[in-house]
């Protein structure tokens, strides 16, 4: 392991200064400033309100700049998502815009993986020309583009992939929450719900631990939701570190979740424990449902889970003995996001017992809100783009959530020999989004592939052009709409100037690509009209936008009014599902296996996320790293009984092979894990030499999984997986 220049301490002496919630008095924006400001040194210090880029949770801050460096940061106690407080990675990422680590330059691979450096001419010259090429040989629809989606992505990714013409528009989502989202939208028309932990009584976590994959608001909240008395549950294979605030753990079998629902449902309906008034008002398909439900009894989901009959009725019985106060939360990427081949299936029956409760948008229960976006903006400024063709893979993954659709999409598509060039930006794919094998190869066929990045990732080293954005530090961005009981725009905004001189911002790069590629029509507005314009047409305050980095949208809303309006088809919650059955599958919530499953001497490898990192990105921040080698957080966790039948003991080296791989890792030996799974943090297992702290370090994890996609969904069934282990003799 190397040696790290960066002292721990000294980092999390920095974490630490931001603990405190300061509340915003009346005194004005300056005060306001003031009392955001760290108290110790005002002396030459500017503040900018901006947007945390290390991880999707977009979190507000107040960056402070000292003699025009980043000094320091302190969570926006405006801002809804981090109230005041920062998470550790938050911290540690704003490395990167001082970073050695960065690209600097645009880069051009020689095909035989080789890059050097050119000139954003030649770039974008080069790349206009192909792209026009492919244009004119294969048409629009040869072209892709897969996002994270970021405030500025969101808008110019997907501008700039439809004025091509083409409808391929992808997030990141077939390998975080897509099953999640699509059972929400086939259960309730919408992607999501929240539970009301806080003024609720009774609580299960499936697989979704707010301190480890961590937003402020949520880790704030359980610890508010404990102090307040509110039993929590948490269903996981391992004893996560949100157990601490919790009162039960429930170690399931992985991948057993959806039998564990479906027994809920089973003593919930056989016993009359059900909100008969929203059923026979809110929903559709109830009595066919219902009346399948017999078969899922708590004995029938013992020897599946692992889990004791008698706890799960007792699950049941508190669930109803609290309704409409009980709840079981959101997931997010865990149990069922995107893991299994029932995953989708999760979702829904999680979402039944929801709607069984009666709780949707009753205190305590699941909240579903919705975020507000910009208005229509002046036509002759920012043109529409025509329709484009629609996204491929939609007839493939038919009941994939529809705005980020399933990107395991394009592996299908370059083998059937239509998508010849794509476009990565703030993405990842080709180490998270399924086996790398797959993206390698799938990216070996294509012609044009342009990867737009701060950092040599894995991805980068596949493309033939790396386009190097400048950090978030040092940009303005779009702003970024959140809802909850009052619509906000939060803002990104420059903190430093440019460190590096040839990086450029995305609305930028975008723009200038497009008048090389021909569609520079659809790009003549500065990115400082945009935001006025996005503004303006939801009637926010531009200026407290920038002097607050928060400023609201719309009224308030009552987020306890009772059940929404149901954006299905048939404008009800939905336990039975019309496009399932067009599809061709069972249209009724029931039960469906893991694809695999453990035999003896076997596993399944089960991963999660760890508080200071975020999923591959950190991986070249240094100082998270030395965290990482300090503590020996790459371990991979085995049960303490099995790691005894197989003469292994703490701290061993350990080798873990799967169908498709195999990596040697130092080993956990605990309690803390159920006996059928190995745990690995993914944030591991770095494979691009130019980002040495993380280079070489831990397991791969998507490495070890086979490409493969749920079906008619596309999620990339992460944990579907079995592994055997061995010691490494020394
Ligand atoms: N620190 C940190 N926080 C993050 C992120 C990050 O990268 N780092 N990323 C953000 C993003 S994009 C996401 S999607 C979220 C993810 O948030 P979560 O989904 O909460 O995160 P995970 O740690 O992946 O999974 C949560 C738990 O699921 C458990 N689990 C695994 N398999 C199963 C199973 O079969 N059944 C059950 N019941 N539990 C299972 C794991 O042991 C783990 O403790 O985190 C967000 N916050
Ligand atoms: N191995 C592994 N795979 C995973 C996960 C994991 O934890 N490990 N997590 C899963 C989940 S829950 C999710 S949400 C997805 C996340 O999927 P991704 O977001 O694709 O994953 P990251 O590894 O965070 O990669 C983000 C990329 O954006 C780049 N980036 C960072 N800042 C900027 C910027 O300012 N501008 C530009 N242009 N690029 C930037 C980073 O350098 C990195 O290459 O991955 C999924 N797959
Ligand atoms: S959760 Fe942490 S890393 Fe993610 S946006 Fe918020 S502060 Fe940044
Ligand atoms: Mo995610």
Not at 319 to 342: D, M
Request: hydrophobic share 35%; charged share 20%.
């Amino acid at each position: 392991m190397q040696v790290r220049n960066i002292s721990r301490r000294g980092f999390l002496v920095g974490s630490a200064l931001t603990a405190g919630l300061l509340t915003v008095g009346v005194g004005g924006m300056s005060s306001w400033l003031a009392k955001e400001a760290l108290a110790d040194d005002t002396s030459n210090i500017t503040q900018v309100p901006t947007t945390c880029n290390a991880c999707s949770n977009k979190c507000g801050f107040v960056a402070s700049v000292k003699d025009g460096r980043l000094w320091k940061l302190k969570g926006n106690s405006l801002h809804p998502n981090s109230k005041g407080k920062l998470c550790a990675r938050g911290h540690g990422y704003s490395q990167v815009v001082y970073s050695q680590y960065r690209i600097t330059d645009p880069l051009k691979n020689d095909g035989n993986g080789n890059f050097s450096a050119i000139s954003w001419d030649q770039a974008y010259q080069e790349i206009g020309d192909k792209v026009k090429q492919i244009l004119a040989k294969n048409g629009p629809e040869a072209f892709a583009l897969i996002e994270d989606p970021r405030p500025n992505g969101k808008y110019y990714s997907h501008r700039f992939i439809n004025a091509l013409g083409s409808g391929s528009y992808y997030h990141h989502s077939a390998a975080c929450n897509l099953s999640f989202t699509s059972a929400n939208v086939l259960t309730m028309g919408t992607t999501g719900y929240s539970g009301d932990i806080t003024s609720s009584k009774f609580v299960i976590f499936i697989g979704r631990s707010y301190a480890d994959g961590i937003n402020p608001k949520s880790a704030l909240s359980l610890a508010q939701a404990r102090d307040n008395g509110v039993k929590i549950v948490f269903v996981d294979p391992r004893l996560n570190n949100s157990a601490n605030f919790g009162s039960q753990w429930v170690p399931i079998n992985p991948g057993t979740d959806l039998a564990l629902v479906l027994a809920i449902s089973n003593v919930l309906v056989t016993n009359n424990l059900y909100d008969a008034d929203f059923v026979a008002n809110e929903t559709y398909g109830f009595d066919e449902w219902s009346a399948t439900l017999d078969q899922y009894t708590p004995e029938w989901a013992e020897p599946i889970t692992g889990i004791k009959a008698d706890t799960i009725k007792q699950l049941a019985m508190d669930l109803a003995a609290s309704a409409p106060k009980s709840v079981i939360a959101e997931t997010w990427r865990g149990a069922y996001g995107t893991a299994y081949l029932n995953s989708t299936e999760t979702g829904r029956a999680v979402n039944a017992v929801n709607a069984l409760l009666g709780n949707f948008n009753k205190k305590g229960g699941a909240l579903i809100t919705s975020a507000p976006s910009a208005g229509a903006l002046d036509p002759v400024k920012f043109p529409p783009v025509p329709k484009p063709t629609e996204r491929l893979g939609v007839e493939d993954f038919p009941l994939a959530d529809d705005v980020p659709g399933s990107n395991l999409s394009v592996p299908l598509y370059v083998d059937k020999g239509v998508l010849k060039g794509i476009f990565f930006y703030n993405s990842n794919a080709a180490m998270g989004y399924t086996n790398p094998k797959t993206w390698a190869d799938t990216l070996s066929k294509m012609d044009l592939k342009v990867c737009i990045d701060v950092q040599m990732s894995e991805t980068a080293h596949l493309c033939d052009y790396v386009l190097p954005e400048c950090s978030y530090l040092e940009r303005d961005e779009l702003p970024e709409f959140l809802g909850s009981s009052q619509g906000v725009a939060c803002a990104r905004q420059k903190v430093v100037d440019l460190v590096n001189a040839n990086t450029k911002t995305s609305d930028v790069i975008y723009s200038e690509l497009a008048q090389a590629c021909g569609i520079g029509q659809y790009f003549k507005f500065t990115l400082e009209e945009l935001i006025e314009a996005q503004l303006a047409s939801v009637n926010a305050d531009l200026n407290e936008y920038k002097q607050k980095g928060v400023t609201n949208v719309g009224d308030p809303v009552d987020v306890y009014a009772g059940p929404p309006n149901w954006k299905t088809p048939t404008g009800k919650f939905q336990f039975k599902s019309d496009l399932m059955e067009e599809c061709g599958l069972d249209p009724l919530i029931h039960w469906v296996a893991p694809k695999v499953m453990p035999k003896d001497g076997e596993y399944r490898l089960i991963g999660g996320k760890q508080s200071i990192h975020s999923h591959q990105m950190t991986t070249a921040n240094e100082a998270l790293m030395a965290i990482t080698d300090e503590y020996h957080l790459e371990a991979a966790w085995i049960n303490a009984a099995e790691a005894a039948k197989l003469g292994i003991a703490d701290g061993d080296m350990i080798e873990i092979t799967s169908a498709e791989n195999t990596s040697q890792v130092r080993c956990k030996v605990t309690e803390r894990l159920n006996p059928t799974a190995i745990w690995i943090p993914t944030h591991y297992g770095c494979s691009s030499p130019e980002l040495k702290p993380g280079y070489g370090i831990g397991v791969p994890w998507m490495s070890m999984i086979t490409y493969q996609a749920e079906p008619k969904v596309g999620s990339a069934m992460s944990q579907e997986v079995i592994v055997t282990v061995r010691k490494v003799e020394a």
